[in-house]
């Protein structure tokens, strides 16, 4: 996603800076993504948690609920948003908006 939108704005300043061409900024991008990429190898530990749930599950050598299955991705992702919430909020408070 974020080098998508970094596609977009190096074509545009390409386009009117006239300084690069096309596949300049491709091979920018690819540098960009393929380095982000051996930063993190492997798999997010959520992830992964989860997948061994699943897999357990299915197979049946747990008897938890779809819920408690599924728990490291929904609790991982309301953490998130109360930790984005109370950052939002705190800002606002800080500028005195609220």
Known sequence: MAWGLTLCGSLFCGIIGGKKT???HFEVILRMKNARRSERPGLDPVVALTLIFVVLKAMGLISWSWFWVLA???????????????????????????
């Open 22 to 24: 096309i596949h300049q």
């Open 72 to 98: 490291p991705l929904w609790i991982t992702f309301f953490l998130f948003v109360s930790i984005f919430s109370a950052i939002l909020v705190g800002g606002r408070i800080a500028k005195g908006k609220w």
